[in-house]
């Protein structure tokens, strides 16, 4: 363990900071202090948690992303203090029911593992700020994930196997940036548009046909991102996304644009590459804060109206 791993605070041990440093278990160091409130052992070689970890009554951050933990130990959940735990990039494939006891956590990162299922109980993490379950191979989300209330920063459920969304997730009217990309979704569920606070949606590489009406209530979505899915059409309701900044529809196989879209006054980027457009809305051109119109590879008969206007006044237009 390197010399300087233990931080102290008034001759009093506070902290074990030492990441990539080739450690295989928790240091016997901190098993005696209970003045320990941050642990830190990221991209070390740990295989495994040992249950006296749960004495450490102060602990506020544990932090063990990029490990070789194939399991932790149920007594995590007694770390009432705990406020943020990382626990990805190990290879879990189940979380102990017990996590769900750690009323005070804002943070649970268990990204890139190979977790099928949560056991019940989420709800019960009722100060969670942030919970990141992506990259793993759940094949649902369950409906207790709209029983959140705090979850308001980032909620990361892409490169899963997910067919389906709750529809629960429309409660969660709090929260700010969502992330569905990556899994095998066919349909988003109208209930999204009760996440009045979203500013940034990613649902690209799924499988969705369509998208609900409701979308339109997003008034503040800044960035939507809907690449390489099955999009024919967008409803009409697109164009109550005021705020939005960027659109990406990439890879669609959308046949047209509903005219709403020039609705869309603080529009500044729109990607249509190899979508299956061959015309575009005239009032494209009056967005008046478009910088980049991506048109590649698409098959249009002669040069939209709009293209002539758009690069007048600056915007990029690729063709």
């Given amino acids: 363990m390197p010399e300087d791993a233990v931080r102290v605070a008034g001759d009093v041990p506070v902290a074990l900071v030492a990441p990539d440093a080739g450690l295989s278990s928790l240091p016997a160091a901190v098993r005696g202090p209970e003045t320990i409130e941050h642990i830190d052992l990221d991209g070390n070689a740990l295989t495994s948690l040992p249950g006296w970890v749960a004495r450490l009554g102060r602990l506020r951050v544990l932090s063990l992303y990029g490990n070789r933990l194939t399991a932790v130990p149920p007594e995590l959940g007694e770390l009432a203090a705990l406020e943020h ?47 990141d379950l992506a990259h793993n191979r759940l094949r649902e989300v369950p409906a207790e994930v709209g029983d959140l209330p705090g979850l308001t920063d980032y909620l990361y459920l892409g490169d899963n196997g997910l067919t389906t969304v709750p529809a629960s997730i429309g409660r969660l009217d709090r929260l700010g940036y969502l992330s569905l990309a990556e899994n095998r979704l066919t349909a988003l569920p109208a209930s999204i548009g009760g996440m009045a606070a979203l500013h940034e949606l990613r649902a690209h590489d799924n499988r969705l046909t369509e998208l609900p009406e409701t979308i339109g209530r997003l008034a503040g979505l800044r960035e939507l991102h809907l690449r390489n899915n099955r999009l024919t059409a967008l409803p009409e309701s697109i164009g109550g996304l005021r705020g939005l900044r960027h659109l990406d529809l990439r890879g669609n196989p959308l046949e047209r644009l509903p005219e709403s879209v020039v609705r869309l006054t603080r529009l500044t980027h729109l990607d249509l590459r190899a979508t299956r457009l061959t015309a575009l809305p005239a009032g494209l051109a009056e ?33």
């Fill in 85 to 131: 735990l990382g626990l990805g990039r190990n290879a879990l494939t189940s979380v102990p029911a017990a996590l769900w006891r750690l009323r005070r956590l804002r943070t649970l990162v268990l990204a890139e593992n190979e977790i099928t299922d949560l056991p019940p109980g989420l709800a019960r993490l009722g100060a969670l700020r942030m919970l």
């Fill in 287 to 319: 967005l008046p804060l478009l910088e980049k119109l991506d048109l590649r590879w698409l098959k249009l008969g002669e040069v939209p109206a709009c293209v002539g206007p758009l690069r007048e006044r600056g915007c990029v237009v690729l063709l």
